[in-house]
C-alpha cells in the first residue's frame, strides 16, 4: 500500500530515502497541511528561508492562511479550504547536549516530521536513533500531532537516544555518508536519486535576501565591473561549453575523511552477537590513523581488530559515543574541525538546491569528477537495493496494487482530493523511477529473461514486480503495420493512450502503470503486472477487444458501460464491428484495446495504441481521395508504419472549430428565418452576438468551468483538454450545444416558454419545428453523430487493416471517413498556418528543439509534421521573420534524423566499445576532421575469440565492430535520405560545414541537441568542431550513456483551477484577489507535488511578478529566485525556460538596488541563449535591451551601446521596421547618445523612433508627445553645446563657457524604461487608482466583446500585464 511510502521521502531535503522510510511502517495516510512542504518539516513552502538556517520565521505562514480564507477560489471550495488550514503552534524542543530551542509545528503534521527537521538541523543532524518524548512518554511516530494529549504551544519535547538495531545502524551510516557527500555535486552529474545541478547562487554569490542586501550597501557604482567575457559581447563568433557550469567553490569540499566503508569483518560471529555487535566499520582518517569501529546496540565504539586480525573487544579508551560523528570528533581533530564548517555550508545553502527532484534530470555535459570510495554506494549497486529502499520490509513493492489503490481513494471533497492526487503523483514518481533503472538493467544485460531460450530480441523480463519487453516486432505481431517501425512507435502511441484514460479518470476502469525509456539504442516498455495474467494464456484472459487485430473479435458489457463514459471526453464513438464468424459486435474503443480482468477483479485495458484516430495524411489508402488542402501539399505520405495516429490536442481544437461553425450557421439560418418573419428586429444583435463568443456561454454549462470561463481568452478553455462538451456531465447527455440554444432562443423565438428553459428543459428549442430543423441541417453540416445536438466523435477502426464493419452502418462509416479527411485537412490548413501566425506575431518563442517541439504538440501538430511546416515557413511572405523559427525547426529535423540513424548503431556496439563508438559517431556527425577513423578498443584482439560463445545474451553482446566503418560523408547521406524518407524534406547537404553555412546553424547547438535526444553525456571542454587536423570528440569525452524517459505526468486538478482563477482574475486586473489565488494554488501544489515541479515554477515566476507589480521588490525577489533554483533543478541549467527566469530575476535585483547581480544574471541568461540557439533570435533583443539598459545606468556607454544597437537591429528585423518595439529601440539609444554629449547622433535615433510613433499612433498620442518633447530637448542641448565650442575656438582659453548639463540617468529612469521593455506596469497603488483602473479594464472587454475595437497592438505599454508569462 502506498500510505507506507507516501509523503516521505519525496521532498526530504537532505536525507536519503532510507533513513526514515522503513520508520514509516504500516502507519495510516497522513495528511500534511498545504504548507508542510519544501522540505519534510513544518516549513511554510513560502516561509523565509533565506538563510537555509531555518530559522523559522514564521510570519508569512500566519498571512497566508488568511489570505485562504479571505477568497475560497469561487466555487464551492470555501469551507474545504479552511479545512486544511490549521494555525500552527510553537513547541520546544531539548536535544541532549545542546541548548533547548523552538520549532514551529502544525496539527496536521506527524511525529516523523519534526524527525526530519532535527535530522537536517545543524546542531542536531548527526542523531538519527532516538524517540521524542513528552512528559515521559513516548510519541509514536505516525500520530499526528493535533492527537497528542498535553501537546500544545510552549510543550517541551525531549530527544531520547534509543538503541541501535542493524537496521538503525545501517539508516545511521548512511545518513553520516549522507552529511559527508551533502555538498559533492557528483550525483547530480551521474543521474542518480533525484539529484541536479543548479548555478543560481554563484551569480548571486550565495542568497538574494536581506544578507546579500547587507553586503552590497555602500556605493555600489564604484565596484562593478561590467565588462562581460569577449564570447558574450554581441557578435562574438566564438561559442565555448566551459562557462556552461562555471566552477562553484563550495564544490570542492574540505576532508573530514578518507576513507568509511563497511569491514571485511562483517557481519558479527555469533558470540559477538550476543554481546550486542551489529556491525564492523573501517575508517581511515585524514591524519592517516586507521581505525576499525565497532556498531553496538549502545552506540560506536572503538575496537582491536586490525585489518587481518580479528579482535572485537573494545579498545582502550573505546570512545563509546552514541552518534559517529561524536566518536570521529573525539578521534579525528580534523574531522571535528571540517565536519563543523561543512554542516555550517550546507545549511547555508538554499532548500531548493538540495530537495530531491520528483523525476530525474540528467546533465549533457559534466566534468571529470574524481571517483571516491563509498561504501553505501556500492552496497547499492550490488544488493540492486531490491528490498532495501523499497520500503516495505521484506518484500519487493507491488506496483500494480500500488498504482490502482491510490486511484481508488475517496475524492468527494479538497482534503480528499489533495490526499488522493498526492499519493498518486508520489507512486507514479517512484514507479518511474524504479522502471528506468529496470529498463537500464535489462539493456546492460544484469536480468535473466523469463524466456531465455528465444533470440535477444524477443526476450522478456520482469524485475521488481515490473514487466519488460523490447521495442522489436516479436513473432510478427506488427508485420502488417510497418514491422519493427511499427513496433518502435506502438509504446509511446499506448503511453499517450494511457495519459487520456489516466486524465478523464473513470472510476472502476483501470490502466496499467507504462513507462517508455529509451537506453543505448533500444527502446524498452516498463509496465505494471495484473494480477494472475502470467498464470492465464491471452487468449482466455481477453474477454473485450482483438488480440489478432480485429480478425477475432469479444466484447463485455462491462466495459462497454465503462468505456461509455470515457467516450465524450476522448470523443470515442462507439460503434460495431464483424468477427471471425461475421456477426456484428459492440465496441467503444479501437479493436487492440483489449479488456482484461486482473484476478484483483479490477477491470484493465491495455493497448491503447489506438485511441486516437489515423492521421490520414500519412496513411494511404487505395480508393481515397484526401481533400484538396491535404493534396497540395503531396499528401497522403507513405509513413515508416501505419499507427500514424492524431494527436488529442488536435481532436479538441477540431471539435472546438466545428461547434464555432456549428453555431455560426445555427445562428445565421435563425436570423434568416427571422428576417423572413420581419418580426422583432431588435434581436438581432443579441443573437450575432452569441454567435462571436459561443465559448464563453457553452462553458457556463460545464461543470468545472468557473475558471475556463474568466479566463480571458477563449482558447484556453479547449486547450486544457477539459473542452466544453468533455466537462458537462453524462448524465445531462444533452450537450453543451443545447444550452446555448436554450440561452439564444428565448431571444429568437418569441413562443418559446422561458420558464421551460430555466430548468433545462432541453425540448424548448426543438419543439418548434423550424428551428428543430436548423439543428439538423448545422448538425449535417459539421458531421456531427447526433442530428438533435452537436456531438462529434470519432471511430478509431476507420482504415484498420483487418477491420470489417456490419452492412448497417455502411452510411455511418462512410461519414467518419469524411470527418477523418476532414480532420486531416483542418491540421494542413488551420492549425499549422496558425502555428506561423502565432510565431510572427511572437505569441509563440520556440528557443530550441524541447520549446519547438511543445508549440507543435500544443496545437496538434505531430512532429512528423516537422518537414511540412518548414516548407510552409520557406513559402511564405514574411520568411525573413521567421528565420529563427525555420533554424530551429532545421536544427530539430537533423538531430532527429541522426537520432534514428545513432540508435540503429549502437546496437551493433558492444559494452566494450560503447564510449569508442559514441565519440566516433559524434565526429562523423559534427566535426570538420574530414577521415575521422574510428580508434578500436586496444582489447578487441584479445577478446575475439572467447566472445564468440555468449553471442546472443546479451542484446548487442555480439562481436560487432561495423559501427567503426561509419564515414562523416556516410553519415551526411544517411541523414539527408532519412530526412527525405521521413519528413519528406530535402535537405541539400553532403556534410556538417555544408549544413551549417546553408542554414545559419551552430555546432555547440547541434551537439546539445543530439546529446539530450540521446542521452549522451559528454565532458564539458572546449571542443574544437572546426579543426581540419583531428576529430572533435576522444573516446575520453563520453562520460555516460543516460536512459531517455517518457512516462505519464500525474496533475494537481484543485490546484490549477486555482492557479487558472488567480491568472483570470489577474488579466482582469483583480491583482490582490488574483495573488491570493495563486498563492492558495501554491499550497495545493505543494501539497500534491511536494516541493519541486513545473507547475511550481510557473506558480512561483507569477507571484514574483505579482509581488513586483504590486511594489514588493524583496517578496518578488524572493519567490523569483525560487522559480530560478526550481527552473534550473527541474527542467535544465539551460532549458529556455531558466533563461527566461534568470531575466526576470535580473529585473527584481536591479529593483533592489543590487546592479552587479543583475548584470551578472542578464551575462548569463545571453551566454546560455547564445549556446541554445545563437544570437539571431528574437528573444535575444529583448537580452539585450536589458543588459543595454542596465549598463547605461552604471555610467558605461560605449558597451551599452553594443547591446542596444544589437537589440535595435534585431527588433527591426523580427518586428519589422515600423514595430513599436523598435521605436522603443531607437529611444534607447539616442538617450546613451545624450548621456554621450553626442547630440547629433541622439536626435538622429529619436527622429526615427518618432516618426514611428506619429504613423502608428497619431500626433496626438502621449508617446508622440513625449517623443516631441524629447527631440526639442534634444535640439537644444545640440544648440548649446555648438555655442559653447565656437565660443571656445573663437576666444581660446578665455573664453566664458555656460557649464552644459550632462545627465547621467537616474536609476529611477533605467528602471522605468526597463519595466517597459519587459511589459511591466506599474500602478499606484491607491485605492481610487485600482477603481478607476478595474472599470478601464471591464470597459475594454466590453468593447471587445462587442467587436469595437480590435486587440490593441502588444507593443502598447498601456495593457495592464498583457505579457504575464502564462504556461
Given at each position: 500500500?502506498?500510505?507506507?511510502?507516501?509523503?516521505?521521502?519525496?521532498?526530504?531535503?537532505?536525507?536519503?530515502?532510507?533513513?526514515?522510510?522503513?520508520?514509516?511502517?504500516?502507519?495510516?495516510?497522513?495528511?500534511?497541511?498545504?504548507?508542510?512542504?519544501?522540505?519534510?518539516?513544518?516549513?511554510?513552502?513560502?516561509?523565509?528561508?533565506?538563510?537555509?538556517?531555518?530559522?523559522?520565521?514564521?510570519?508569512?505562514?500566519?498571512?497566508?492562511?488568511?489570505?485562504?480564507?479571505?477568497?475560497?477560489?469561487?466555487?464551492?471550495?470555501?469551507?474545504?479550504?479552511?479545512?486544511?488550514?490549521?494555525?500552527?503552534?510553537?513547541?520546544?524542543?531539548?536535544?541532549?547536549?545542546?541548548?533547548?530551542?523552538?520549532?514551529?509545528?502544525?496539527?496536521?503534521?506527524?511525529?516523523?516530521?519534526?524527525?526530519?527537521?532535527?535530522?537536517?538541523?545543524?546542531?542536531?543532524?548527526?542523531?538519527?536513533?532516538?524517540?521524542?518524548?513528552?512528559?515521559?512518554?513516548?510519541?509514536?511516530?505516525?500520530?499526528?500531532?493535533?492527537?497528542?494529549?498535553?501537546?500544545?504551544?510552549?510543550?517541551?519535547?525531549?530527544?531520547?537516544?534509543?538503541?541501535?538495531?542493524?537496521?538503525?545502524?545501517?539508516?545511521?551510516?548512511?545518513?553520516?555518508?549522507?552529511?559527508?557527500?551533502?555538498?559533492?555535486?557528483?550525483?547530480?552529474?551521474?543521474?542518480?536519486?533525484?539529484?541536479?545541478?543548479?548555478?543560481?547562487?554563484?551569480?548571486?554569490?550565495?542568497?538574494?535576501?536581506?544578507?546579500?542586501?547587507?553586503?552590497?550597501?555602500?556605493?555600489?557604482?564604484?565596484?562593478?565591473?561590467?565588462?562581460?567575457?569577449?564570447?558574450?559581447?554581441?557578435?562574438?563568433?566564438?561559442?565555448?561549453?566551459?562557462?556552461?557550469?562555471?566552477?562553484?567553490?563550495?564544490?570542492?569540499?574540505?576532508?573530514?575523511?578518507?576513507?568509511?566503508?563497511?569491514?571485511?569483518?562483517?557481519?558479527?560471529?555469533?558470540?559477538?552477537?550476543?554481546?550486542?555487535?551489529?556491525?564492523?566499520?573501517?575508517?581511515?582518517?585524514?591524519?592517516?590513523?586507521?581505525?576499525?569501529?565497532?556498531?553496538?546496540?549502545?552506540?560506536?565504539?572503538?575496537?582491536?581488530?586490525?585489518?587481518?586480525?580479528?579482535?572485537?573487544?573494545?579498545?582502550?579508551?573505546?570512545?563509546?559515543?552514541?552518534?559517529?560523528?561524536?566518536?570521529?570528533?573525539?578521534?579525528?581533530?580534523?574531522?571535528?574541525?571540517?565536519?563543523?564548517?561543512?554542516?555550517?555550508?550546507?545549511?547555508?545553502?538554499?532548500?531548493?538546491?538540495?530537495?530531491?527532484?520528483?523525476?530525474?534530470?540528467?546533465?549533457?555535459?559534466?566534468?571529470?569528477?574524481?571517483?571516491?570510495?563509498?561504501?553505501?554506494?556500492?552496497?547499492?549497486?550490488?544488493?540492486?537495493?531490491?528490498?532495501?529502499?523499497?520500503?516495505?520490509?521484506?518484500?519487493?513493492?507491488?506496483?500494480?496494487?500500488?498504482?490502482?489503490?491510490?486511484?481508488?481513494?475517496?475524492?468527494?471533497?479538497?482534503?480528499?482530493?489533495?490526499?488522493?492526487?498526492?499519493?498518486?503523483?508520489?507512486?507514479?514518481?517512484?514507479?518511474?523511477?524504479?522502471?528506468?533503472?529496470?529498463?537500464?538493467?535489462?539493456?546492460?544485460?544484469?536480468?535473466?529473461?523469463?524466456?531465455?531460450?528465444?533470440?535477444?530480441?524477443?526476450?522478456?523480463?520482469?524485475?521488481?514486480?515490473?514487466?519488460?519487453?523490447?521495442?522489436?516486432?516479436?513473432?510478427?505481431?506488427?508485420?502488417?503495420?510497418?514491422?519493427?517501425?511499427?513496433?518502435?512507435?506502438?509504446?509511446?502511441?499506448?503511453?499517450?493512450?494511457?495519459?487520456?484514460?489516466?486524465?478523464?479518470?473513470?472510476?472502476?476502469?483501470?490502466?496499467?502503470?507504462?513507462?517508455?525509456?529509451?537506453?543505448?539504442?533500444?527502446?524498452?516498455?516498463?509496465?505494471?503486472?495484473?494480477?494472475?495474467?502470467?498464470?492465464?494464456?491471452?487468449?482466455?484472459?481477453?474477454?473485450?477487444g482483438s488480440i489478432d487485430f480485429g480478425k477475432t473479435v469479444v466484447t463485455h458489457s462491462k466495459y462497454l458501460e465503462l468505456l461509455d463514459?470515457?467516450?465524450?471526453?476522448?470523443?470515442?464513438?462507439?460503434?460495431?464491428?464483424?468477427?471471425?464468424?461475421?456477426?456484428?459486435?459492440?465496441?467503444?474503443?479501437?479493436?487492440?484495446?483489449?479488456?482484461?480482468?486482473?484476478?484483483?477483479?479490477?477491470?484493465?485495458?491495455?493497448?491503447?495504441?489506438?485511441?486516437?484516430?489515423?492521421?490520414?495524411?500519412?496513411?494511404?489508402?487505395?480508393?481515397?481521395?484526401?481533400?484538396?488542402?491535404?493534396?497540395?501539399?503531396?499528401?497522403?505520405?507513405?509513413?515508416?508504419?501505419?499507427?500514424?495516429?492524431?494527436?488529442?490536442?488536435?481532436?479538441?481544437?477540431?471539435?472546438?472549430?466545428?461547434?464555432?461553425?456549428?453555431?455560426?450557421?445555427?445562428?445565421?439560418?435563425?436570423?434568416?428565418?427571422?428576417?423572413?418573419?420581419?418580426?422583432?428586429?431588435?434581436?438581432?444583435?443579441?443573437?450575432?452576438?452569441?454567435?462571436?463568443?459561443?465559448?464563453?456561454?457553452?462553458?457556463?454549462?460545464?461543470?468545472?468551468?468557473?475558471?475556463?470561463?474568466?479566463?480571458?481568452?477563449?482558447?484556453?478553455?479547449?486547450?486544457?483538454?477539459?473542452?466544453?462538451?468533455?466537462?458537462?456531465?453524462?448524465?445531462?447527455?444533452?450537450?453543451?450545444?443545447?444550452?446555448?440554444?436554450?440561452?439564444?432562443?428565448?431571444?429568437?423565438?418569441?413562443?418559446?416558454?422561458?420558464?421551460?428553459?430555466?430548468?433545462?428543459?432541453?425540448?424548448?428549442?426543438?419543439?418548434?419545428?423550424?428551428?428543430?430543423?436548423?439543428?439538423?441541417?448545422?448538425?449535417?453540416?459539421?458531421?456531427?453523430?447526433?442530428?438533435?445536438?452537436?456531438?462529434?466523435?470519432?471511430?478509431?477502426?476507420?482504415?484498420?487493416?483487418?477491420?470489417?464493419?456490419?452492412?448497417?452502418?455502411?452510411?455511418?462509416?462512410?461519414?467518419?471517413?469524411?470527418?477523418?479527411?476532414?480532420?486531416?485537412?483542418?491540421?494542413?490548413?488551420?492549425?499549422?498556418?496558425?502555428?506561423?501566425?502565432?510565431?510572427?506575431?511572437?505569441?509563440?518563442?520556440?528557443?530550441?528543439?524541447?520549446?519547438?517541439?511543445?508549440?507543435?504538440?500544443?496545437?496538434?501538430?505531430?512532429?512528423?509534421?516537422?518537414?511540412?511546416?518548414?516548407?510552409?515557413?520557406?513559402?511564405?511572405?514574411?520568411?525573413?521573420?521567421?528565420?529563427?523559427?525555420?533554424?530551429?525547426?532545421?536544427?530539430?529535423?537533423?538531430?532527429?534524423?541522426?537520432?534514428?540513424?545513432?540508435?540503429?548503431?549502437?546496437?551493433?556496439?558492444?559494452?566494450?566499445?560503447?564510449?569508442?563508438?559514441?565519440?566516433?559517431?559524434?565526429?562523423?556527425?559534427?566535426?570538420?576532421?574530414?577521415?575521422?577513423?574510428?580508434?578500436?578498443?586496444?582489447?578487441?584482439?584479445?577478446?575475439?575469440?572467447?566472445?564468440?560463445?555468449?553471442?546472443?545474451?546479451?542484446?548487442?553482446?555480439?562481436?560487432?565492430t561495423a559501427w567503426a566503418s561509419l564515414t562523416p560523408s556516410e553519415l551526411w547521406k544517411n541523414i539527408a535520405s532519412e530526412a527525405k524518407?521521413?519528413?519528406?524534406?530535402?535537405?541539400?547537404?553532403?556534410?556538417?560545414?555544408?549544413?551549417?553555412?546553408?542554414?545559419?546553424?551552430?555546432?555547440?547547438?547541434?551537439?546539445?541537441?543530439?546529446?539530450?535526444?540521446?542521452?549522451?553525456?559528454?565532458?564539458?571542454?572546449?571542443?574544437?568542431?572546426?579543426?581540419?587536423?583531428?576529430?572533435?570528440?576522444?573516446?575520453?569525452?563520453?562520460?555516460?550513456?543516460?536512459?531517455?524517459?517518457?512516462?505519464?505526468?500525474?496533475?494537481?486538478?484543485?490546484?490549477?483551477?486555482?492557479?487558472?482563477?488567480?491568472?483570470?482574475?489577474?488579466?482582469?486586473?483583480?491583482?490582490?484577489?488574483?495573488?491570493?489565488?495563486?498563492?492558495?494554488?501554491?499550497?495545493?501544489?505543494?501539497?500534491?507535488?511536494?516541493?519541486?515541479?513545473?507547475?511550481?515554477?510557473?506558480?512561483?515566476?507569477?507571484?514574483?511578478?505579482?509581488?513586483?507589480?504590486?511594489?514588493?521588490?524583496?517578496?518578488?525577489?524572493?519567490?523569483?529566485?525560487?522559480?530560478?533554483?526550481?527552473?534550473?533543478?527541474?527542467?535544465?541549467?539551460?532549458?529556455?525556460?531558466?533563461?527566461?527566469?534568470?531575466?526576470?530575476?535580473?529585473?527584481?535585483?536591479?529593483?533592489?538596488?543590487?546592479?552587479?547581480?543583475?548584470?551578472?544574471?542578464?551575462?548569463?541568461?545571453?551566454?546560455?541563449?547564445?549556446?541554445?540557439?545563437?544570437?539571431?533570435?528574437?528573444?535575444?533583443?529583448?537580452?539585450?535591451?536589458?543588459?543595454?539598459?542596465?549598463?547605461?545606468?552604471?555610467?558605461?556607454?560605449?558597451?551599452?551601446?553594443?547591446?542596444?544597437?544589437?537589440?535595435?537591429?534585431?527588433?527591426?528585423?523580427?518586428?519589422?521596421?515600423?514595430?513599436?518595439?523598435?521605436?522603443?529601440?531607437?529611444?534607447?539609444?539616442?538617450?546613451?547618445?545624450?548621456?554621450?554629449?553626442?547630440?547629433?547622433?541622439?536626435?538622429?535615433?529619436?527622429?526615427?523612433?518618432?516618426?514611428?510613433?506619429?504613423?502608428?499612433?497619431?500626433?496626438?498620442?502621449?508617446?508622440?508627445?513625449?517623443?516631441?518633447?524629447?527631440?526639442?530637448?534634444?535640439?537644444?542641448?545640440?544648440?548649446?553645446?555648438?555655442?559653447?565650442?565656437?565660443?571656445?575656438?573663437?576666444?581660446?582659453?578665455?573664453?566664458?563657457?555656460?557649464?552644459?548639463?550632462?545627465?547621467?540617468?537616474?536609476?529611477?529612469?533605467?528602471?522605468e524604461q526597463l519595466n517597459i521593455i519587459n511589459g511591466i506596469i506599474f500602478i499606484p497603488l491607491s485605492q481610487k487608482d485600482l477603481e478607476?483602473?478595474?472599470?478601464?479594464?471591464?470597459?475594454?472587454?466590453?468593447?471587445?466583446?462587442?467587436?469595437?475595437?480590435?486587440?490593441?497592438?502588444?507593443?502598447?505599454?498601456?495593457?495592464?500585464?498583457?505579457?504575464?508569462?502564462?504556461?
Amino acid at each position: 500500500m502506498v500510505s507506507k511510502t507516501d509523503d516521505i521521502p519525496a521532498s526530504v531535503p537532505d536525507c536519503n530515502p532510507v533513513d526514515l522510510a522503513d520508520e514509516a511502517g504500516d502507519g495510516p495516510e497522513t495528511r500534511r497541511t498545504s504548507e508542510k512542504d519544501s522540505c519534510c518539516c513544518g516549513h511554510s513552502a513560502d516561509t523565509a528561508m533565506v538563510n537555509g538556517d531555518r530559522a523559522h520565521e514564521h510570519t508569512e505562514e500566519a498571512e497566508s492562511k488568511q489570505d485562504g480564507e479571505a477568497d475560497g477560489g469561487e466555487d464551492s471550495n470555501e469551507q474545504e479550504v479552511i479545512v486544511i488550514q490549521d494555525t500552527g503552534f510553537t513547541v520546544k524542543i531539548q536535544a541532549p547536549g545542546t541548548e533547548p530551542f523552538d520549532l514551529q509545528v502544525s496539527p496536521q503534521e506527524m511525529v516523523q516530521e519534526i524527525h526530519q527537521v532535527l535530522m537536517d538541523r545543524e546542531d542536531t543532524c548527526h542523531r538519527t536513533c532516538f524517540s521524542l518524548q513528552l512528559d515521559g512518554n513516548v510519541l509514536d511516530n505516525f500520530a499526528e500531532l493535533k492527537s497528542i494529549e498535553g501537546l500544545q504551544e510552549g510543550s517541551l519535547l525531549k530527544v531520547v537516544e534509543e538503541p541501535y538495531t542493524v537496521r538503525e545502524a545501517r539508516i545511521h551510516v548512511r545518513h553520516i555518508r549522507d552529511l559527508l557527500k551533502s555538498l559533492d555535486p557528483s550525483d547530480a552529474y551521474n543521474g542518480v536519486d533525484c539529484n541536479s545541478l543548479s548555478f543560481l547562487s554563484i551569480f548571486t554569490d550565495g542568497d538574494l535576501g536581506d544578507s546579500g542586501k547587507r553586503k552590497k550597501k555602500g556605493n555600489e557604482l564604484e565596484q562593478i565591473d561590467c565588462t562581460p567575457p569577449e564570447h558574450i559581447l554581441p557578435g562574438s563568433k566564438e561559442r565555448p561549453l566551459v562557462p556552461l557550469q562555471p566552477q562553484n567553490k563550495d564544490w570542492k569540499p574540505t576532508q573530514c575523511l578518507k576513507v568509511l566503508t563497511m569491514s571485511g569483518w562483517n557481519p558479527p560471529p555469533g558470540n559477538r552477537k550476543m554481546h550486542g555487535d551489529l556491525m564492523y566499520l573501517y575508517i581511515v582518517t585524514v591524519e592517516e590513523r586507521h581505525v576499525s569501529l565497532t556498531a553496538s546496540t549502545r552506540g560506536f565504539y572503538l575496537n582491536q581488530s586490525t585489518t587481518y586480525t580479528f579482535n572485537p573487544k573494545p579498545a582502550n579508551p573505546s570512545f563509546l559515543s552514541h552518534s559517529l560523528v561524536e566518536l570521529l570528533s573525539q578521534i579525528s581533530p580534523a574531522f571535528k574541525k571540517n565536519f563543523t564548517a561543512l554542516q555550517k555550508k550546507r545549511v547555508q545553502r538554499h532548500p531548493f538546491e538540495r530537495i530531491a527532484t520528483p523525476f530525474q534530470v540528467y546533465s549533457w555535459t559534466a566534468p571529470q569528477v574524481d571517483h571516491a570510495m563509498d561504501c553505501v554506494r556500492a552496497e547499492d549497486a550490488y544488493t540492486s537495493r531490491l528490498g532495501y529502499e523499497e520500503h516495505i520490509p521484506g518484500q519487493t513493492r507491488d506496483w500494480n496494487e500500488e498504482l490502482q489503490t491510490t486511484r481508488e481513494l475517496p475524492r468527494k471533497n479538497l482534503p480528499e482530493r489533495l490526499l488522493r492526487e498526492r499519493a498518486i503523483f508520489k507512486v507514479h514518481s517512484d514507479f518511474a523511477a524504479a522502471a528506468t533503472r529496470g529498463a537500464m538493467a535489462v539493456i546492460d544485460g544484469n536480468v535473466m529473461a523469463i524466456n531465455p531460450g528465444e533470440e535477444t530480441k524477443m526476450q522478456m523480463f520482469i524485475w521488481n514486480n515490473i514487466f519488460f519487453s523490447l521495442g522489436f516486432d516479436v513473432r510478427d505481431h506488427y508485420r502488417e503495420l510497418g514491422g519493427d517501425a511499427a513496433a518502435h512507435a506502438a509504446p509511446t502511441n499506448d503511453l499517450n493512450g494511457v495519459r487520456a484514460y489516466g486524465a478523464v479518470d473513470v472510476e472502476g476502469l483501470y490502466t496499467l502503470g507504462t513507462v517508455v525509456v529509451d537506453y543505448r539504442g533500444y527502446r524498452v516498455t516498463a509496465q505494471s503486472i495484473i494480477p494472475g495474467i502470467l498464470e492465464r494464456e491471452q487468449e482466455q484472459s481477453v474477454i473485450y477487444g482483438s488480440i489478432d487485430f480485429g480478425k477475432t473479435v469479444v466484447t463485455h458489457s462491462k466495459y462497454l458501460e465503462l468505456l461509455d463514459k470515457t467516450s465524450r471526453p476522448l470523443k470515442v464513438q462507439k460503434h460495431s464491428v464483424l468477427n471471425e464468424k461475421e456477426e456484428t459486435v459492440e465496441l467503444c474503443s479501437s479493436v487492440e484495446c483489449k479488456g482484461i480482468i486482473g484476478n484483483d477483479g479490477r477491470h484493465y485495458i491495455l493497448d491503447l495504441l489506438r485511441t486516437f484516430p489515423p492521421d490520414l495524411n500519412f496513411l494511404p489508402v487505395d480508393g481515397e481521395e484526401l481533400s484538396p488542402e491535404s493534396q497540395r501539399l503531396g499528401l497522403p505520405r507513405q509513413h515508416r508504419h501505419r499507427l500514424a495516429c492524431l494527436r488529442q490536442e488536435l481532436i479538441e481544437a477540431f471539435v472546438e472549430h466545428r461547434y464555432l461553425l456549428f453555431m455560426k450557421m445555427a445562428a445565421l439560418q435563425l436570423m434568416q428565418q427571422k428576417a423572413n418573419k420581419d418580426s422583432i428586429k431588435t434581436d438581432a444583435p443579441a443573437i450575432t452576438e452569441t454567435s462571436e463568443t459561443p465559448t464563453e456561454s457553452s462553458a457556463d454549462t460545464a461543470r468545472t468551468q468557473t475558471t475556463a470561463a474568466e479566463s480571458s481568452n477563449p482558447a484556453d478553455v479547449s486547450t486544457d483538454s477539459t473542452s466544453q462538451s468533455d466537462s458537462s456531465t453524462s448524465a445531462a447527455s444533452q450537450t453543451a450545444l443545447e444550452s446555448d440554444e436554450n440561452s439564444s432562443k428565448p431571444t429568437t423565438n418569441g413562443p418559446v416558454d422561458p420558464a421551460a428553459t430555466q430548468n433545462g428543459g432541453c425540448k424548448s428549442p426543438l419543439e418548434d419545428p423550424k428551428s428543430r430543423e436548423v439543428v439538423l441541417n448545422a448538425c449535417k453540416a459539421v458531421g456531427s453523430i447526433s442530428n438533435t445536438s452537436f456531438d462529434i466523435r470519432f471511430n478509431p477502426d476507420i482504415f484498420s487493416p483487418g477491420v470489417s464493419f456490419p452492412e448497417d452502418s455502411a452510411e455511418d462509416v462512410q461519414k467518419q471517413k469524411q470527418l477523418l479527411k476532414d480532420t486531416a485537412a483542418f491540421l494542413v490548413s488551420c492549425q499549422i498556418p496558425s502555428l506561423v501566425k502565432d510565431c510572427l506575431d511572437h505569441s509563440a518563442l520556440p528557443m530550441d528543439g524541447a520549446t519547438l517541439t511543445e508549440a507543435l504538440h500544443q496545437r496538434g501538430i505531430n512532429v512528423r509534421y516537422l518537414g511540412t511546416v518548414l516548407e510552409f515557413v520557406d513559402k511564405t511572405p514574411a520568411k525573413a521573420q521567421l528565420e529563427h523559427f525555420y533554424r530551429i525547426g532545421i536544427t530539430e529535423l537533423i538531430t532527429r534524423c541522426a537520432k534514428h540513424i545513432f540508435k540503429t548503431y549502437l546496437q551493433g556496439v558492444e559494452l566494450s566499445a560503447l564510449s569508442a563508438a559514441v565519440s566516433h559517431f559524434l565526429n562523423c556527425f559534427l566535426s570538420s576532421f574530414p577521415d575521422a577513423v574510428a580508434h578500436l578498443p586496444p582489447d578487441e584482439l584479445v577478446s575475439r575469440r572467447k566472445s564468440r560463445k555468449r553471442r546472443n545474451r546479451v542484446p548487442g553482446g555480439g562481436d560487432n565492430t561495423a559501427w567503426a566503418s561509419l564515414t562523416p560523408s556516410e553519415l551526411w547521406k544517411n541523414i539527408a535520405s532519412e530526412a527525405k524518407s521521413y519528413y519528406h524534406f530535402t535537405l541539400q547537404c553532403e556534410s556538417v560545414d555544408q549544413v551549417v553555412e546553408k542554414y545559419g546553424l551552430q555546432k555547440i547547438t547541434l551537439l546539445r541537441e543530439i546529446s539530450i535526444k540521446t542521452g549522451i553525456q559528454i565532458l564539458i571542454k572546449e571542443c574544437n568542431f572546426d579543426s581540419r587536423h583531428k576529430p572533435a570528440f576522444t573516446e575520453e569525452d563520453i562520460l555516460n550513456i543516460f536512459p531517455v524517459v517518457k512516462h505519464v505526468n500525474p496533475k494537481a486538478s484543485d490546484a490549477f483551477h486555482f492557479f487558472q482563477s488567480g491568472q483570470a482574475k489577474v488579466q482582469q486586473g483583480f491583482l490582490k484577489e488574483g495573488c491570493e489565488l495563486i498563492n492558495e494554488a501554491l499550497n495545493l501544489f505543494n501539497n500534491v507535488y511536494g516541493a519541486m515541479h513545473v507547475e511550481i515554477c510557473a506558480c512561483l515566476r507569477l507571484l514574483a511578478r505579482l509581488n513586483y507589480i504590486m511594489g514588493d521588490h524583496p517578496e518578488a525577489l524572493s519567490n523569483q529566485q525560487k522559480a530560478v533554483l526550481m527552473s534550473e533543478r527541474v527542467l535544465g541549467i539551460e532549458h529556455p525556460n531558466t533563461i527566461q527566469e534568470y531575466m526576470h530575476l535580473a529585473l527584481y535585483c536591479f529593483a533592489n538596488g543590487q546592479l552587479s547581480t543583475a548584470l551578472k544574471l542578464l551575462y548569463r541568461a545571453r551566454y546560455l541563449m547564445l549556446l541554445v540557439c545563437g544570437e539571431d533570435h528574437p528573444e535575444m533583443a529583448l537580452i539585450d535591451s536589458n543588459i543595454g539598459l542596465v549598463l547605461h545606468g552604471v555610467m558605461e556607454y560605449d558597451l551599452s551601446l553594443r547591446f542596444l544597437e544589437n537589440s535595435l537591429t534585431n527588433n527591426t528585423k523580427y518586428h519589422g521596421p515600423r514595430s513599436l518595439k523598435v521605436a522603443l529601440s531607437h529611444h534607447l539609444v539616442a538617450r546613451v547618445y545624450e548621456s554621450k554629449a553626442e547630440f547629433r547622433s541622439a536626435l538622429q535615433h529619436e527622429k526615427e523612433g518618432y516618426t514611428i510613433y506619429k504613423n502608428q499612433m497619431g500626433e496626438a498620442h502621449e508617446k508622440t508627445k513625449e517623443s516631441s518633447e524629447y527631440l526639442k530637448y534634444l535640439t537644444q542641448q545640440a544648440v548649446a553645446l555648438q555655442r559653447t565650442m565656437n565660443e571656445i575656438y573663437k576666444n581660446g582659453s578665455n573664453a566664458s563657457i555656460t557649464p552644459l548639463k550632462f545627465t547621467a540617468p537616474s536609476m529611477a529612469s533605467v528602471l522605468e524604461q526597463l519595466n517597459i521593455i519587459n511589459g511591466i506596469i506599474f500602478i499606484p497603488l491607491s485605492q481610487k487608482d485600482l477603481e478607476n483602473l478595474k472599470a478601464e479594464v471591464q470597459r475594454r472587454q466590453q468593447l471587445q466583446e462587442l467587436g469595437k475595437i480590435d486587440e490593441p497592438t502588444e507593443d502598447t505599454p498601456l495593457e495592464l500585464e498583457d505579457k504575464i508569462p502564462i504556461d
